[in-house]
């Protein structure tokens, strides 16, 4: 009984001392890493709060509904295109113009690089005789090209 005894506090003396070496090696660790530690705490943080607003942002989005943007009935009169002179590709870029997309993104949905983007607008402004997307796109909802 007596050697049981020494061997279990043996074993917790040595249980003991293992603890107080982890517990000064964690010591040195953190005094010669403390920003290293500090930084990436910060960034995980970050990391997860980004994560968490994506997530609610993404949820609210998608419990709005949107209008779709063009009704099923609404036809252009090809007349009224041909009477101010605007052509079919022109025609293209101001449905995408009032859809809200960039120069980039109109190049790049029909394959046309951003000068002829820039050129088909620029005509469509003069055609239209508007100075800025906005006005093009109010003037062409006016003139019943867009619904």
Not at 31 to 40: C, P, R, T, V
Not at 89 to 116: C, M, P
Request: net charge positive; glycine share 6%.
């Amino acid at each position: 009984m007596k050697n049981r005894a020494q061997v279990v506090v043996y074993g917790i003396s040595l249980g003991l001392l293992a603890v107080l070496l982890k517990v000064v090696e964690y010591r040195f660790v953190v005094y010669d890493h403390a920003f290293e530690i500090y930084a990436g705490v910060v960034a995980l943080t970050f990391a997860a709060l980004g994560v968490w607003f994506g997530m609610k942002l993404k949820a609210r989005r998608a419990a709005i509904k949107l209008p779709d943007s063009a009704p099923q009935s609404f036809r252009v009169d090809p007349t009224l295109l041909d009477e101010l002179g605007i052509s079919k590709r022109e025609f293209e870029v101001l449905e995408l113009i009032a859809n809200g997309l960039s120069t980039k993104e109109i190049g790049e949905k029909l394959f046309i690089s951003r000068n002829t983007v820039k050129t088909h607008a620029s005509s469509l402004f003069q055609k239209l005789n508007a100075k800025r997307r906005t006005q093009a796109v109010r003037k062409a909802k006016s003139l019943g090209l867009l619904p």
